[in-house]
T-cell receptor
């Protein structure tokens, strides 16, 4: 029973490099989310997807793109990484359908941009 | 737009002390409210949630929270904390859309 799986767990990038964070859920959830967690700032919503084929901006979308590849997978792409994107990234999913009943989180990806 | 405020950034308690963490949200309509906990090095886990009905909700590990609509608050309480409660606690709000917004978190340290 995997739940929400994120890869990779750790990544170091040089400024200007690109990378994609992968997320998959096996709970048949409709909604998926990407958050970043920074000390003293809590979790901030980057993008979310209410269903396959739809994505919406959250609180801090600049510098990121997302793809909802299918119902299971929701990827986050950094096209040109910047040191300000050093953070811990969490993917989450929920049943959705217009309300959040409970969100399940992945283990996180610790990204460092040097 | 909805937002969530957690005014206690860092709380330090001795074991057996009582705990209350504040959470206020800004949204005038119907909301779903959550408290999540993050133990060191781990991902977030749900402590409790409120959708409707009894405004006093009970969660796991002896935690409870009270929804006070007139104050836009959803404070988390525990009568007697343990060392194992050391963690970061997040309040979150859903405005019946597909968005889930979190507060900035409260770091709780419990000393034996």
């Amino acid at each position: 029973n995997a739940g929400v799986t994120q890869t990779p767990k750790f990544q170091v990038l040089k400024t200007g490099q690109s990378m994609t964070l992968q997320c998959a859920q096996d709970m048949n959830h409709n909604s998926m989310y990407w958050y970043r967690q920074d000390p003293g700032m809590g979790l901030r919503l980057i993008y979310y997807s209410a269903s396959e084929g739809t994505t919406d901006k959250g609180e801090v979308p600049n510098g990121y793109n997302v793809s909802r590849l299918n119902k299971r997978e929701f990827s986050l792409r950094l096209e040109s990484a910047a040191p300000s994107q050093t953070s811990v990234y969490f993917c989450a999913s929920s049943e959705g359908r217009g309300r959040v009943t409970e969100a399940f989180f992945g283990q996180g990806t610790r990204l460092t941009v040097v | 737009a909805q937002s969530v405020s957690q005014h206690n950034h860092h709380v330090i308690l001795s074991e057996a002390a009582s705990l209350e963490l504040g959470c206020n949200y800004s949204y005038g309509g119907t909301v779903n409210l959550f408290w999540y906990v993050q133990y060191p090095g781990q991902h977030l886990q749900l402590l409790l949630k409120y959708f409707s009905g009894d405004p006093l909700v009970k969660g796991i590990k002896g935690f409870e929270a009270e929804f006070i609509k007139s104050k836009f608050s959803f404070n988390l309480r525990k009568p007697s904390v343990q060392w194992s409660d050391t963690a970061e606690y997040f309040c979150a709000v859903n405005d019946l859309s597909d968005k889930l917004i979190f507060g900035t978190g409260t770091r709780l340290q419990v000393f034996p």
